[in-house]
């Protein structure tokens, strides 16, 4: 009998963000993977959420590594967590350790890591899991595939992938090494990415929005182009580049972290820029229009992006005119929609064109086609749809039940549960961690409690404060003060007047309550219930007034005061 192996899924089984998975055994675990996930509307003032790895801090002891498949922001993100409360090692490829180590760095945790790039192919023992990196195509340089020899066999994941038949590096996905591990000796779990699960298809290569681009210069003649892209997206800048250098145009970068990759990229040879045609920004303002072409951030009008700034007029190196042309070659995460076309908007308004046709812009994951060679390359024996929402997960679990495999060998997991892979099989333990969302808010981290049904209110609603002060002098309750003042919930002058309504309101509910006791009780004498029941009132008459007046139900924050008898 072999040993069992534990696969525990921290995040990203259930949403698209905060990847992170354990394989375990008695006395090792390896991390694959440790992500960030990007907050929606639905949580307001949150910079973002990351997954829960309290399970891994209580087995600290046992960790031998974390494999970072890619240098996406859902992938390594959340490594300064993690290397907080566990020095380890990061193994990936040279371009993901880059963007990893950058972002280490910036928490000051760099001595926390040892730092292993890992070449495409290579075989790597981590800790007693012997692990081959197979490379793969996908929307950022240098993602590998991991397969993860355990006592139970190989655990094959497939990272986030597309098949791309025709990659703009020449770097090709290996599926003929899947075949040959799949014949001998198996793979036994394959968890694979389920983001396109639910399209039918395959995504178009990335070697064809190159051409997309160059037609863009073509016709655009005469004009600066300013093209926004995801600045780890390397293959995309390399052919703006190409396209603008054939057009005899000079290229600069706009934004820190474009600045800062293309740099990375160049150093590792991943790009080629010639130095004869690159330009710093700062150096650019000579150049005339049509000799000039901006790689920019910005095309998910993140609110301090470069592209963002630039629209809103006050982007210090570049002023967006008449005479620009620019380029949005990357969709809208879904919740940045009505962000982008906000910004397309503004920038339209300082007289720029702005083309943002679907042709500019492919996926980085494949779709259901693709999904299914991967399937049929590494034919497992079990399977585990990963990285996706739920109905991308049920998408990904119908595909391979279509492909024809035992639907019972196909198990649907979710944040906090765990998989067992033994000589039986493998089986289900629900939520062995509880798979919380840890909201990083500022410089606090913590998990969220009601405290967002709370901010949700306050952006919908405002907030009301009343405060009320009781004055005991000789002796007598009857001296009442109420002041009210309210934010973000109505404009000057309705403000004033709806403020003094609820003033009187709570200044006559308090005054009846005071009536229930004694002429001569001094404020100092009410009781804790009598505050509470006070505190009660004031809320329900002063949430009653402000709904009969404007129909809407702030948040109403009662401080009730009591001076103290001479
Ligand atoms: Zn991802
Ligand atoms: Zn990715």
């Known amino acids: 009998m072999s040993e069992q192996v534990k696969v525990t899924f921290h995040g990203g089984l259930g949403d698209i963000g905060r990847n992170c998975a354990t394989v375990e055994t008695e006395d090792a675990m390896l991390v694959l993977d440790c992500g960030v996930l990007f907050p929606s509307e639905e949580r307001p003032g949150v910079d973002f959420v990351l997954p829960d790895l309290s399970y891994i801090f209580e087995r600290a002891e046992k960790v031998v590594g974390c494999i970072t498949t890619h240098g996406h922001e859902d992938h390594i993100g959340a490594l300064p967590h993690l290397l907080r409360e566990v020095p380890t090692a990061i193994h990936g490829s040279p371009f993901t350790l880059g963007l990893a180590r950058r972002r280490v760095k910036e928490a000051k945790l760099e001595h926390r890591a040892e730092w292993r790039p890992l070449a495409d192919g290579e075989q790597r023992k981590i800790g007693s899991f012997s692990c081959e990196f197979i490379p793969v195509t996908h929307s950022v340089p240098g993602g590998l595939i991991s397969a993860i020899g355990t006592p139970q066999g190989i655990i094959l994941h497939s990272s986030d992938f597309k098949l791309d038949r025709n990659p703009v590096d020449d770097r090709h996905t290996d599926?003929?090494?899947?075949?040959?591990?799949?014949?001998?000796?198996?793979?036994?779990?394959?968890?694979?990415?389920?983001?396109?699960?639910?399209?039918?298809?395959?995504?178009?290569?990335?070697?064809?929005?190159?051409?997309?681009?160059?037609?863009?210069?073509?016709?655009?003649?005469?004009?600066?182009?300013?093209?926004?892209?995801?600045?780890?997206?390397?293959?995309?800048?390399?052919?703006?580049?190409?396209?603008?250098?054939?057009?005899?145009?000079?290229?600069?970068?706009?934004?820190?972290?474009?600045?800062?990759?293309?740099?990375?990229?160049?150093?590792?040879?991943?790009?080629?820029?010639?130095?004869?045609?690159?330009?710093?920004?700062?150096?650019?303002?000579?150049?005339?229009?049509?000799?000039?072409?901006?790689?920019?951030?910005?095309?998910?009008?993140?609110?301090?992006?470069?592209?963002?700034?630039?629209?809103?007029?006050?982007?210090?190196?570049?002023?967006?005119?008449?005479?620009?042309?620019?380029?949005?070659?990357?969709?809208?995460?879904?919740?940045?929609?009505?962000?982008?076309?906000?910004?397309?908007?503004?920038?339209?308004?300082l007289g720029a064109k702005v083309v943002h046709a679907g042709a500019l812009h492919t996926s980085g994951h494949g779709k259901r086609d693709e999904l299914a060679e991967l399937h049929a390359a590494a034919s497992p024996e079990w399977f585990v749809p990963v990285h996706g929402e739920l109905r991308h997960m049920l998408a990904h679990a119908d595909l391979a039940e279509v492909r024809g495999m035992n639907p019972e060998r196909v198990i649907l997991a979710r944040d906090g549960d765990q998989v067992v892979l033994s000589d039986k099989g493998l089986h289900l333990n629900s939520k062995v961690t509880p798979g919380d969302y840890l909201l990083v808010n500022g410089k606090i981290v913590d998990i969220d409690r009601g405290m967002l049904r709370e901010r949700r209110k306050l952006r919908d609603e405002g907030v009301i404060a009343v405060s009320v002060l009781l004055r005991s002098g000789e002796a007598d309750l009857s001296a009442v003060d109420v002041f009210v003042e309210s934010r973000g919930w109505l404009d000057e002058p309705e403000r004033s007047r709806c403020e003094e309504q609820v003033e009187e309101a709570v200044l006559d509910i308090v005054v009846r309550f005071l009536s229930n006791f004694s002429e001569s009780a001094s404020a100092s004498e009410l009781d804790e219930g009598d505050m509470e029941e006070l505190d009660y009132q004031i809320r329900r008459a002063a949430g009653k007034r402000v709904r009969a007046i404007t129909g809407r139900r702030p948040v109403v924050i009662p401080i009730v005061h009591r001076m103290p008898r001479d």
């Not at 178009?204 to 997309?212: F, M, N, Q, V, Y």
């Not at 997206?233 to 600045?259: E, I, K």
């Not at 700062?282 to 470069?306: F, H, I, K, N």
């Open 175 to 349: 599926l003929a090494r899947i075949s040959t591990l799949a014949s001998s000796p198996g793979i036994r779990l394959l968890l694979a990415d389920s983001t396109n699960a639910d399209m039918a298809g395959s995504t178009a290569s990335e070697s064809e929005i190159g051409p997309a681009i160059a037609e863009v210069l073509a016709t655009n003649q005469g004009r600066r182009i300013v093209v926004a892209c995801f600045a780890s997206h390397l293959h995309r800048v390399q052919q703006v580049v190409d396209a603008a250098v054939r057009d005899n145009r000079m290229v600069a970068t706009l934004g820190m972290s474009m600045q800062r990759n293309v740099r990375l990229g160049r150093d590792l040879g991943i790009i080629h820029i010639p130095e004869e045609s690159f330009v710093s920004i700062e150096e650019s303002d000579y150049l005339a229009p049509e000799e000039l072409c901006v790689l920019s951030t910005g095309s998910q009008a993140e609110p301090r992006s470069s592209l963002a700034t630039a629209a809103a007029g006050d982007n210090r190196w570049i002023k967006l005119g008449e005479d620009d042309t620019v380029v949005l070659s990357a969709h809208p995460i879904p919740g940045n929609e009505a962000a982008v076309a906000n910004m397309i908007n503004r920038l339209m308004e």
